[in-house]
């Protein structure tokens, strides 16, 4: 709220300001700015005047031949004042007299700077300079200026707000996790339910195999013995004999080929339901791959081409149900990505899965950190690997270091419609989605963030080009 009542000689006090909604993103040029300026030809007592007709007014600006050249605060003024022949000697002077003297380091923001950041750079002031108020540029030639204590009301109810939304968001990730948490239990408690009866058939279909035939062989030897007999061919035709003889061998081959789906089946959801962990396990990450796509299957069977290039890995020591969840999280939002764009004729829509073993930071490695450095905000370190990775200056100590360290590197890569640059950058964090609402948490790309980077102690990068695809490179360190 901008008051740019200025005066000759005396007005009416200024009333309080209405108060304002502030969000985080809040602004200086939402609070109230102050718009009094004098003239440096101006006698002191204008600016005597101007204080006393304002009691709110933190200070003025001061302007040479209608351009900024300071800012005189009330508590400099009052202070040169007070002091001996102050007022003889300031209010019947010209003001660029008493500038000489009361000028001090001014800060100086645009309007459009956040509340916050103008607020902590404003306590970095020296004791002497802590509330002088804040000049605030609006235009190329207007400045106003804004109370310190105003700023610092507003900083705190901007922080009580963040504390009050971080407080809400904490709970709801909390209940989404104790959800996830009882699914993981329920889906682990049904798998060993299911894993028992599975087995028995699984088992013993090799014996009803074995006793089929010694059936088959027993009727044969009773024909052989007894004769023709037109009651027993009547039998035979009517129930087919030829025909089960034939179907019998097919249908116990069907039944093993479906209980050993079935079988891998429960193995994946048991598999992927150890979200509770305690310890690192050897594990086959190859099989915590495909036990994510056999999940996946009945959705992945309309209209999706799976390209797996798997390299050769070593066992991995790691929480096999936490990276299964991570595969799942990726592979499904790769799923959605291409729904977008898969009626497209003649359009195919693939996810390709790679894995390798990296043994330095080489290459392709160098750039994937250099967009996770990117993605991540820390753009200051992404400049030094770019200029790094084209000068080829790493220093003798990171070289040392990458080439003692190897990494498991699987790449999860899609050909749909790719990220925008401006969502790239917000992709992990936490409660963020481009999914309507009820599709979509936020959280799942958080999650996966926080169990390859914590949990892990690995990396994550994004690839992503808009109108080419996406992938997901997932680093993980062998030792």
């Not at 709801?172 to 329920?186: D, N, P």
């Not at 339901?273 to 299957?297: F, G, P, V």
């Not at 390709?352 to 996770?372: A, H, P």
């Not at 969502?423 to 009820?438: E, H, M, S, V, Y």
Request: charged residues 25%.
């Amino acid at each position: 709220m901008l008051n740019t009542s200025c005066v000759e000689t005396a007005v009416e006090p200024m009333r309080e300001a209405d108060p304002i909604e502030l969000g985080l993103d809040s602004t200086l040029q939402e609070l109230s700015l102050y718009d009094f300026k004098v003239e440096a030809t101006d006698l002191g007592m204008k600016i005597s005047q101007m204080l006393e007709a304002n009691l709110l007014l933190p200070g003025v600006i001061l302007t040479d031949l209608g351009k900024f050249v300071g800012m005189i605060s009330r508590r400099r003024f009052l202070e040169f004042l007070s002091r001996p022949f102050g007022r003889e000697l300031f209010l019947k002077r010209p003001v660029r007299a008493l500038y000489r003297f009361a000028e001090i380091e001014t800060l100086i923001f645009p309007s459009n700077t956040l509340i916050v950041d103008a607020a902590r750079k404003s306590l970095l002031r020296s004791k002497e300079l802590l509330y002088e108020p804040i000049v605030v540029q609006v235009s190329p030639q207007t400045y106003t200026l804004v109370d310190v204590r105003e700023l610092l009301v507003a900083q705190s109810n901007i922080h009580e707000l963040a504390t009050k939304l971080l407080r809400q968001q904490t709970q709801s990730q909390l209940i989404q996790t104790e959800k996830l948490a009882s699914l993981g239990q329920m889906v682990a408690g049904v798998a060993h339910e299911i894993r028992n009866p599975v087995t028995c058939i699984s088992g013993n279909l090799g014996f009803l195999s074995n006793y089929s035939k010694d059936i088959m062989e027993l009727v044969s030897a009773y024909e052989q013995i007894v004769g023709k007999s037109e009651k027993i061919d009547e039998l035979k035709e009517e129930i087919e004999f030829d025909f089960l003889q034939e179907d019998w061998v097919e249908i116990l081959k069907s039944m093993k080929v479906s209980s050993q789906r079935l079988t891998e089946l429960v193995t994946s959801l048991h598999t992927f339901s150890h979200m509770d962990e305690t310890d690192r396990k050897q594990a086959n990450l190859h099989e915590c791959i495909d036990s994510t796509l056999l999940i996946l299957k009945n959705r992945l069977k309309y209209g999706f081409k799976v390209v797996k290039n798997y390299g050769e890995l070593p066992l991995v020591k790691c929480y096999s149900g936490q990276l299964s969840q991570v595969f799942m999280n990726i592979v499904s939002n790769a799923m959605d990505a291409l729904e977008e764009v898969k009626e497209k004729k003649g359009f195919v829509p693939v996810i390709t899965i790679e894995t390798e073993v990296i043994d330095s930071f080489e290459g392709d490695c160098v750039s994937s950190q250099l967009i996770q450095n990117y993605v991540l905000g820390d753009r200051q370190n992404a400049k030094q690997l770019s200029s790094a990775s084209e000068n080829g200056d790493f220093s003798p100590e990171a070289a040392e270091k990458n080439q003692n360290n190897a990494w498991i590197a699987i790449r999860i890569a899609d050909n749909g419609p790719g990220i925008p640059p401006e969502i790239q950058r917000l992709i992990f964090d936490t409660f963020f989605t481009t999914k309507p609402a009820g599709k979509g948490t936020g959280l799942g790309l958080a999650i996966t963030h926080q169990i390859v980077t914590e949990k892990h102690q690995g990396k994550l990068n994004l690839h992503s080009t808009p109108g080419t695809g996406t992938e997901f490179e997932i680093l993980l360190p062998l030792i």
